[in-house]
T-cell receptor, first 114, second 114 residues
Framework: GAVVSQHPSRVICKSGTSVKIECRSL??????MFWYRQFPKQSLMLMAT?????????EQGVEKDKFLINHASLTLSTLTVTSAHPEDSSFYIC??????????FGPGTRLLVL | GENVEQHPSTLSVQEGDSAVIKCTYS??????FPWYKQELGKGPQLIID?????GEKKDQRIAVTLNKTAKHFSLHITETQPEDSAVYFC?????????????FGTGTKLQVIP
């Protein structure tokens, strides 16, 4: 299957700072990338969908000014959590896909905001 | 929107026994049904998928069945092994805006007892 990487795998930051998470499709060009958030023992919650070169589409209830998404190329999308607070602590997972194809997930990024 | 229900939430089986996880979906537009395995602290990994024009698909010890009329689909794992222990998510998806919009089930924690 296709390989998707995420960096960093875990990050600890102070409240009020911003954190950037990178998602890369390593062996294919992903026209669409997705960002999910997962709380402990819960399912994946879609935050936003991004297509290369266009603005991301955010799900209802997700603050676009807080969770900035950039999809600058067919192999790279970034999620920036701005002015992070402890309630933003979570497991963030990206996925990537070709048009109408399966989503392949990255290994996730554990964010802890102190 | 689509709603996916998954049962059971937890499942314990003896090594060598079979495990069955069942899901239902609500939107008849859904036409692609992937299953993901998620190990602790990792991203979901695609293990098998089925499209709506197929009733059953098998890959070694894993099989998936789909009943479009009843909007049911199931995952069957035979000859379970301890390394099958993980959380399994079913998903239902349909085409939307050039990509597959995926809705996940709530997950099943499978424990295989040696």
């Amino acid at each position: 299957g296709a390989v998707v990487s995420q960096h960093p795998s875990r990050v600890i930051c102070k409240s009020g700072t911003s954190v950037k998470i990178e998602c890369r499709s390593l062996d294919f060009q992903a026209t669409t990338m997705f960002w999910y958030r997962q709380f402990p023992k819960q399912s994946l919650m879609l935050m936003a969908t991004s297509n290369e070169g266009s603005k991301a589409t955010y799900e209802q209830g997700v603050e676009k000014d807080k969770f900035l998404i950039n999809h600058a190329s067919l192999t790279l999308s970034t999620l920036t959590v701005t002015s992070a607070h402890p309630e933003d602590s979570s497991f963030y997972i990206c996925s990537a896909s070709l048009p109408q194809e399966t989503q392949y997930f990255g290994p996730g990024t554990r964010l802890l905001v102190l | 929107g689509e709603n996916v229900e998954q049962h059971p939430s937890t499942l314990s089986v003896q090594e060598g026994d079979s495990a069955v996880i069942k899901c239902t979906y609500s939107d008849s537009a859904s036409n692609y049904f992937p299953w993901y395995k998620q190990e602790l602290g990792k991203g979901p990994q695609l293990i098998i998928d089925i499209r709506s024009n197929v009733g059953e698909k098998k890959d070694q010890r894993i099989a998936v069945t789909l009943n479009k009329t009843a909007k049911h689909f199931s995952l069957h794992i035979t000859e379970t092994q301890p390394e099958d222990s993980a959380v399994y998510f079913c998903a239902a998806s349909f085409s939307s805006g050039g990509y597959q919009k995926v809705t996940f089930g709530t997950g099943t924690k499978l424990q295989v007892i040696p």
